[in-house]
């Protein structure tokens, strides 16, 4: 007989209305796996104010080789919420995977994982609908140029087997760099080589699933992806998305962590020349598009912005400091035509 498998499913909870998650806990209970199978699913509620147990009751009964718990908890943003249930899990099963409360998943998407993991990855993710990508959002990315038209990556670096690609860790991590790859709800992991990896706490509204999912690649010694579309994204409570209005003082505190983030990934390895280039490029562009930001904010609520300005201390100290003279500079490059308001890279 083959030997049992126990998968850890992480569901952060933090939602306004009832119902949102029964959907993706159905989604479990329908996933097709082998009988030597078994499915913990771990619901994180982050002092939410609705509880998850009626979700539960309206998901109905879970099979007999999954079970539910409700891990709770003082509200400290996704990234805690997640590492508590990676805390509850890591010790008792092979295989951690996320999902979060207002996604689901396809009926097989355990079971690719398992093809893709079987292939000697320590890390799967696969693609994803959403509202703004109804066809699929890893198509629109650099990383899907390079798989299915020969591009940078190459034979050598990625191989194409069972319907899912697999490439080194490292490579891997250099395509992260370049751009946001894997939504957390397509996330699935090997605890043997990657279960003592936890979410940055400290960058609460953004960037933490970006930094995470890096970690991830720097320490996988291969990685499988898979462009099937395994994940529907869902519309419940999104902070990253409700913050996206530019020159609102939410828009600016998802910059700032965003900041954050990028200033930890550039830590994360010894990068070779082009991606430590294009890491110090994005730096520098969003040091200047906050130090602006938080100029701004003192002009029209006139009054300092302590509270921005401490959360830049604690993400860049540098920015913190000399925020008036990134403020110019951002203008400066934009009256020349070298700096946009577009999204940097990092971002969704």
């Known amino acids: 007989m083959p030997e049992p498998l126990r998968i850890a499913v992480v569901i952060p909870y933090y939602q306004e209305q009832r ?5 993706g806990l159905v989604s479990i209970f329908a996933q097709v796996v082998a009988p030597s199978v078994r499915i913990d699913v771990f619901v994180v509620d982050d002092a939410s104010p609705v509880d998850p147990a009626g979700d539960i009751v309206d998901a109905g009964a879970a099979p007999a080789h999954v079970t539910v718990r409700i891990l ?7 990234g805690a919420a997640r590492n508590t249930g990676l805390d509850a899990a890591t010790a008792d099963h092979e295989v951690v995977a996320f999902l979060d409360s207002d996604d689901v998943w396809r009926s097989d998407h355990l079971a690719r994982a398992q093809i893709g993991l079987k292939t000697g990855a320590d890390l799967y993710f696969c693609d994803f609908t959403s509202p703004d990508h109804r066809d699929g959002y890893l198509q629109s990315t650099k990383l899907y140029a390079d798989l299915t038209r020969g591009g940078e990556a190459g034979s050598t670096a990625v191989s194409h087997g069972a319907d899912v690609w697999s490439c080194e860790g490292a490579r891997l991590a250099e395509w992260t760099i370049r751009e946001y790859l894997a939504q957390t ?3 699935v992991y090997s605890v043997a080589r990657l279960g003592h990896i936890r979410f940055s706490e400290h960058l609460r509204l953004a960037g933490e699933d970006h930094l995470f999912f890096l970690d991830l690649a720097v320490g996988a010694t291969r990685a499988s992806l898979s462009l099937e579309r395994e994940v529907e994204r869902g519309a419940g409570i999104n902070v990253y998305d409700s913050a996206r209005t530019w020159g609102d ?13 990028l ?13 430590r280039q294009l890491l110090d490029d994005r730096l520098a562009q969003s040091r200047r598009v906050v ?5 701004r904010q003192m002009f029209t609520f006139r009054s ?12 860049d100290r540098r920015t913190a400091l000399l925020f008036p003279f990134g403020a110019a500079a951002f203008l400066a490059t934009k009256l020349v035509g070298r700096a946009g308001l577009n999204e940097s890279e990092i971002e969704k």
């Open 19 to 23: 119902g949102v998650l029964a959907r």
């Open 72 to 78: 709770r908890r003082p509200n400290g943003g996704p």
């Open 185 to 187: 709800s397509t996330i």
């Open 249 to 261: 003082p939410r828009d600016l505190r998802r910059r700032i962590y965003n900041l954050g983030a």
């Open 263 to 275: 200033r930890l990934m550039s830590t994360r390895a010894a990068w070779n020349g082009a991606t």
């Open 291 to 295: 130090s602006f930001l938080l100029v």
């Open 304 to 315: 300092v912005p302590l509270a921005a300005l401490r959360m830049a201390w604690s993400c």
